[in-house]
């Protein structure tokens, strides 16, 4: 476990203790909600909400469009 911590660690430029502590935030209130977190299904839906969302915006508010994505990656 202390290796893939590691390997984590460094791929996002952070020590162990501070990949460690990410974890620990996300987790701790999934566990204490009684929930778990299958980490390719909510990427998997996060993704097909964020694509559903974009085709609504552009078939609906084209004008909108641009700005919105705009506004998102500055956020």
Do not use: C, F, W
Request: hydrophobic share 50%; charged share 20%; no cysteine.
């Amino acid at each position: 476990m202390i290796d893939v911590v590691d390997q984590l660690a460094t791929s996002r430029g952070v020590s162990r203790s501070e990949a460690i502590r990410i974890a620990l935030e996300v987790g701790i209130p999934l566990l204490k909600a009684g929930l778990s977190l299958n980490a390719e299904r909510a990427v998997t839906i996060l993704e097909h909400t964020q694509l559903a969302l974009s085709l609504i915006v552009q078939e609906q508010y084209p004008a909108d469009a641009e700005h919105l994505i705009a506004q998102a990656l500055s956020n």
